[in-house]
Structure formats: structure tokens, C-alpha cells
């Protein structure tokens, strides 16, 4: 799978890629684009139901680092920066794809989303992260890149996202915080904004294949992205080609977002 010469351009790098469920993950498709470009990835997987999906991407990925994470139960992350901090002594890339709310507050309504649903969806999709970088900066010693996935729900409304619009806004403004607290040490954060793709959060979601339809007629492109484009365009925002954007909030999207 990788390649030889300058397309190997995070070589050497050390990179954490959380969220991989399937093959059909966006994070699996950040993980796979990192690795091809020569960076030694680090996953996780949520529980042991999940881990017989996320077992042989974890081979075929030659994941030196392979640990469980549910970020709701204390301590695993911790764990994970440890063994990180322990076998690698560093960190360059950090990919975050990991969003959850309960079913009937996701799919309710925001009017009818409880105060507990609510801030479940808040500390799983969006404090994690925070949580996240706190743990990671310490390992990034020579800077590097921080990433959240976002969706146009976060800005705009879009039918049936609900309760995920506003955990969304929170992901992307908390990203711009941290470009701004963690520029000085060369840390820069971007939330990446997909268009849709059929995955397993996708499914829990009212109508998706609406939204797969009408992003398919409205998207300038002609058509819906698949998981390497995330994956390649986080792979060239960690690169030292885009070492002075940060903050901003990355649409791949196939140009959806600027369509009225
Ligand atoms: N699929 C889309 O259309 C789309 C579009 C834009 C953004 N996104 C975002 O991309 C990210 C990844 O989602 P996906 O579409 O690849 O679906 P996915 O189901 O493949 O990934 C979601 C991941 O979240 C993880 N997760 C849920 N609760 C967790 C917890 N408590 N601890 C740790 N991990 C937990 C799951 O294990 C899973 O790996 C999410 O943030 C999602 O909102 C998805």
C-alpha cells in the first residue's frame, strides 16, 4: 500500500486516528491516507463488540498501537496517551471523527431534546476533543495538527440533523479556540466538514439517503466524496505545505456548501 519518494511525505510522523467503527469510517479513511503517505498510525476501537470490525483494518494499517476507547469511560483515554507517550515519545497528527447522541433525543427534534441527551451528545462529540488535545499537546514537541469532523449542519440547518447542529457549532468553535491557544507552539486545529457518506453514525439519522440524494444534485463536482478525499485532505493540511492555515473550518464537500 505505500509508496515510495516525495508523495511519502508525513514519513516518520506519529499519528492517532480515533472513531474507526468499519471499513466505511471516515477515520478509516484518515488513518488509511496517513499511512500511505508513510506516518505510523495509532487507532482505537470502542468495545469488544466493535473490535472484531476494526481487528483486520487494524492489520492491514500495521498499527503498532491498538488500544480500546470509549471516551465516556474514565481513564481509556488517559491509557491511550500513555502507551503513546511510552512507546512513540511523540505526537504529529490527531484525527478526532467520533460523534454520538441518544436516539430519541437525535431523532426528536431539538425542541424536544432532554437536558441529559443533550450534554451526552456535548461531552462525547465535542468535550472529547477538547480532552483530547489537552493530552496530546504535551506530545506534540515540534508542533502539529489537530483535526475534528464537522458537518454543514453546524451553520446551516439541515432537515433531521437536530441536536447534532448545535454539538457541531460547539465542535468547529472550540477548534477555532484552540488554533488560537495553540498556535504559539505550532499546533494548528481544523474542523473538516464532509459531505455525506453512508456510514454507521450516518444510519442513525432521519432520512439520510435525502440528504445523500440532494447533496449527489447539488454539489458543483457532480459527485458525493468518498472517505480517502477526508483522509488525503487532512493528509495535506498536516503537511508542511499548509503550515500557516489553521482554524478554519475545511469543507470537503464537493462544493455543496456554497450552493444557496
Ligand atoms: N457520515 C457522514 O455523512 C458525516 C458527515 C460529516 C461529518 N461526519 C462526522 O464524522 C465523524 C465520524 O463518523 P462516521 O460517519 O465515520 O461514522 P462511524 O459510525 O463510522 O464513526 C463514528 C465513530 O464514533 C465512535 N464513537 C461513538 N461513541 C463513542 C465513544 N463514547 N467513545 C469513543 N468513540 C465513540 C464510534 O465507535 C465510531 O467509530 C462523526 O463526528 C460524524 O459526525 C459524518
Redesign the pocket.
Known amino acids: 500500500m505505500t509508496t515510495e519518494g516525495p508523495r511519502r511525505i508525513h514519513a516518520g510522523r506519529k499519528a492517532l486516528v480515533?472513531?474507526?467503527?468499519?471499513e466505511?469510517?471516515?477515520?478509516y479513511g484518515c488513518a488509511a491516507a496517513f499511512r500511505e503517505l508513510g506516518a505510523d498510525v495509532a487507532i482505537?476501537y470502542?468495545n469488544e463488540k466493535?473490535r472484531a470490525y476494526v481487528d483486520p483494518l487494524a492489520r492491514s494499517l500495521e498499527c503498532p498501537i491498538y488500544l480500546p476507547?470509549?471516551?465516556?469511560t474514565p481513564g481509556q483515554l488517559e491509557a491511550v496517551f500513555e502507551r503513546i507517550a511510552k512507546d512513540w515519545g511523540r505526537l504529529d497528527i490527531l484525527v478526532h471523527?467520533?460523534?454520538?447522541a441518544p436516539k430519541d433525543d437525535l431523532q426528536g427534534g431539538l425542541l424536544n431534546c432532554s437536558a441529559e441527551g443533550f450534554a451526552k451528545a456535548m461531552d462525547?462529540?465535542c468535550h472529547?476533543f477538547v480532552r483530547m488535545a489537552k493530552l496530546a499537546v504535551p506530545l506534540m514537541k515540534d508542533g502539529g495538527t489537530m483535526f475534528a469532523?464537522?458537518?454543514l449542519g453546524a451553520n446551516r440547518v439541515v432537515t433531521n440533523y437536530n441536536v447534532?447542529g448545535p454539538v457541531?457549532a460547539a465542535l468547529e468553535a472550540a477548534c477555532r479556540y484552540l488554533a488560537y491557544e495553540l498556535g504559539p507552539k505550532k499546533i494548528r486545529v481544523h474542523p473538516i466538514?464532509?459531505?455525506?457518506?453512508?456510514?454507521?453514525?450516518?444510519s442513525g439519522l432521519k432520512d439520510f439517503d435525502l440528504m445523500l440524494n440532494e447533496a449527489m444534485q447539488k454539489a458543483p463536482v457532480g459527485e458525493l466524496v468518498d472517505i480517502m478525499d477526508v483522509g488525503f485532505a487532512c493528509a495535506y493540511l498536516a503537511s508542511p505545505y499548509a503550515r500557516r492555515i489553521t482554524g478554519d473550518t475545511v469543507y470537503v464537500d464537493g462544493g455543496v456548501n456554497i450552493m444557496a
Not at 480515533?18 to 468499519?22: D, E, K, L
Not at 466505511?24 to 477515520?27: F, K, M, N
Request: no cysteine; proline share 5%.
Open positions: 480515533v472513531g474507526i467503527a468499519n466505511h469510517s471516515i477515520a482505537t470502542l466493535a476507547l470509549d471516551v465516556s471523527s467520533i460523534a454520538w462525547i462529540s472529547s469532523m464537522s458537518y447534532m457541531k466538514s464532509p459531505g455525506p457518506l453512508k456510514t454507521r453514525a450516518a
